[in-house]
């Protein structure tokens, strides 16, 4: 059984930092590229980052881009979302995401498909 | 960016009834290389993580009751509940994947009239 367990969470400061962690059970964790997801309170889905299954590529909403940073140990079956500069507006549930395509032993056109796996989330709050 | 647009933004349907939910995209999603669209549906619950229902725009994942459907192509989608449950009461989510950044629609409340 798949398992994402996200972690590291927390009330932080407008233009503090903060590092969430994603440990991944249940699969080949380096077959797989990896999403970060996050759902602000009371509001829809937004894709954060990706990064591939090597993590030869990554890619960022505009929304994360330059102040966010997803990385990977594949050693360690973790997945990481380093977070800079934080805002008001980043304040929502954090999901760490499974890629629902294998393109480690496939070849794949692209880097990142649908998600077919979902942690519970690590909720992060920017306030003063 | 492409901008996933999902209507309507919520529907009351009797029980037994179908619903219908429709998911437009500001762009092509169909990649012609392997000609498939890069979309999928997600059910999200109250309090817990989103769930995949559909990939490859008509693609069922294992488990899911096949009262949910996919159809569409290109630009336009639709996902279809044949016979809605008690527990289909939901907010469902179009998703596509052709390019980055990935992107969302912005989600239809389903509820039991």
């Known amino acids: 059984e798949v398992q994402l367990v996200e972690s590291g969470g927390g009330l932080v400061q407008p233009g503090r930092s903060l590092r969430l962690s994603c440990e991944a059970s249940?699969?080949?964790?380096?077959?797989?590229?990896m999403h970060w997801v996050r759902q602000a309170p009371g509001k829809g889905l937004e894709w954060v980052s990706g990064i591939s299954w090597n993590s030869g590529n990554t890619g960022y909403a505009d929304s994360a881009k330059g102040r966010f940073t997803i990385s990977r140990d594949n050693a360690k079956n973790s997945l990481y979302l380093q977070m800079n500069s934080l805002r008001v507006e980043d304040t929502a549930l954090y999901y760490c995401a499974k890629d629902g395509i294998n393109c480690r032993s496939t070849s794949c056109y692209d880097y990142y498909h649908y998600v077919d796996a979902w942690g519970k989330g690590t909720t992060v709050t920017v306030s003063s | 960016d492409i901008v996933m647009t999902q209507s309507p933004d919520s529907l009351a349907v009797s029980l037994g009834e179908r619903a219908t939910i429709n998911c437009k995209s500001s762009?092509?999603?169909?990649?012609?290389?392997?000609?498939?669209?890069?979309l999928a549906w997600y059910q999200q619950k109250p309090g817990q993580p989103p769930k995949l229902l559909i990939y490859?725009?008509?693609s069922r994942e294992s488990g899911v009751p096949d009262r949910f459907s996919g159809s569409g192509s290109g630009t336009d989608f639709t996902l279809t509940i044949s016979s809605l449950q008690a527990e289909d009461v939901a907010v469902y989510y179009c998703?596509?994947?052709?390019?980055?950044?990935?992107?969302f629609g912005g989600g239809t409340k389903v509820e039991i009239k």
């Open positions: 762009q092509n999603v169909l990649y012609s290389f392997n000609n498939k669209n890069y």
């Open positions: 490859w725009a008509s």
């Open positions: 998703h596509q994947h052709y390019s980055t950044p990935l992107t």
């Open positions: 249940g699969f080949t964790f380096d077959d797989y590229a």
